[in-house]
């Protein structure tokens, strides 16, 4: 029998539904700990069938979106509210519930004021024209950033605009690889894709470019749902491989990406990048942990490290400094800059490089410069400079 305190909830949501004021469902606090579904977040949406429930099934590494009609949906929620989860968050327009599942079985409501000051519309973001277009654009819609109707969900609107700004970044440097006739892009870490089928989309049918593109994944699960993804959009030359940063086996590389690689990887995507001698190497690092641990200063700096935060930025710094110094060392033009505003992401540096044959680098000159500030920190050796012998 279901708990009363569970069906007062599910006829709470009914009620809102009903009134159209849904913002918004989550439910949280798995009940078994070993399951890989962590959340389910429900939003109301508008298709050609009518008012209906669109979950996402929140897992480890994918989500998973299904649109249900109301009372299937009000069935599935009083179900996952039984079987699956401990508490759920029901967010309207006039005021929040909770809920929350006690070990033993009892369960505890509370209503307070909304906190979502928000009128529900079913809007999405229009105002600015995007370079990746969501109408029609079947890979947007099997990731679950758009709906059957290709309008962008409204919990997706971030990573949309996130997509858009990476590829409005590019766009001046892309627009300079015209040239190569059979253009290979190696996206190094490509997680669950939203970036590489972005980038592959906008090079092949904005720029008219012959384009390969590889997505490098080491979580199997990935791979398989991005190929899937990858043939239901017609991307024939588009692909997902199993493999790490360091050790996938690829053909000579034009422009390589790795966003996010954490610490290290960075360096390890780098130097893939310089070895194949690509055009542009396209890098968003984080979690600069070498050169944090690295760091010995003796010096008047001191007092710049030895509070944990301060050392912690400043290795991110001198990380990122070198990493682009050695790319200006192998003749590369080198450009940092911020990637997405902290409202999106933190890891908001971006560091690209261009190959130039015109350009005259003096690679000595930049080798001491990069040992200057390695002695002004007391560091050793930066893990690309090891990659590269120098």
């Not at 399951?35 to 009518?50: M, P, Q, R, Y």
């Not at 990048?273 to 055009?279: L, V």
């Not at 350009?359 to 930066?382: C, M, P, R, W």
Request: glycine content about 4%; hydrophobic content about 40%; charged content about 25%.
């Amino acid at each position: 029998m279901t708990n009363p305190q569970i069906l007062k909830f599910v006829d709470k949501l009914q009620l809102f539904i009903e009134n159209k004021e849904l913002i918004k469902l989550t439910l949280g606090g798995k009940r078994d700990q070993s399951s890989d579904l962590k959340k389910l977040i429900v939003t109301a949406v508008e298709l050609k069938k009518g008012y209906c429930l669109n979950f996402v099934y929140r897992h480890n590494t994918k989500d998973i979106t299904k649109n249900y009609e109301i009372t299937e949906g009000i069935g599935m929620v009083t179900i996952a509210l039984e079987n699956d989860f401990l508490n759920a968050e029901l967010f309207s327009t006039n005021e929040n519930i909770s809920l929350n599942i006690l070990p033993n079985g009892k369960a505890k409501l509370k209503t307070t004021a909304s906190t979502l000051q928000t009128t529900v519309t079913f809007a999405h973001d229009k105002s600015k024209e995007r370079l990746i277009n969501p109408h029609e654009n079947i890979y947007l819609r099997e990731l679950g950033i758009s709906n059957v109707n290709w309008e962008i969900r409204r919990e997706m609107s971030d990573k949309y605009k996130q997509i858009n700004q990476y590829i409005e970044l590019l766009a001046p440097n892309l627009s300079e690889l015209s040239a190569i006739e059979n253009l290979h892009v190696v996206d190094m870490g490509s997680g669950k894709g939203y970036l590489t089928f972005a980038l592959h989309d906008y090079l092949t049918n904005k720029l008219k470019l012959n384009v390969k593109t590889t997505g490098v994944e080491f979580r199997e699960d990935l791979v398989n749902t991005c190929n899937s993804i990858a043939q239901k959009a017609g991307f024939d030359s588009l692909s997902f491989v199993k493999g790490t940063i360091e050790k996938a086996e690829l053909q000579k590389i034009n422009l390589l990406i790795a966003l996010h690689a954490c610490d290290t990887a960075t360096d390890d995507a780098i130097y893939r990048g310089i070895k194949s001698d690509a055009e542009l190497i396209v890098c968003a690092p984080c979690c600069h942990k070498q050169i944090r641990k690295a760091m010995n200063v003796s010096n008047e700096l001191i007092n710049i490290t030895r509070f944990g935060i301060l050392k912690e930025r400043q290795a991110e710094i001198i990380t990122d400094t070198i990493r682009a110094m050695i790319l200006e060392a192998h003749g590369y033009k080198t450009n940092v800059f911020e990637f997405i505003s902290l409202e999106h992401t933190p890891k908001n540096v971006m560091i690209v490089g261009r190959k130039t044959s015109n350009k005259k680098t003096d690679k000595e000159q930049i080798v001491n410069n990069i040992a200057v500030i390695k002695k002004l920190y007391g560091i050793e050796k930066h893990y690309l400079e090891t990659l590269l012998e120098i």
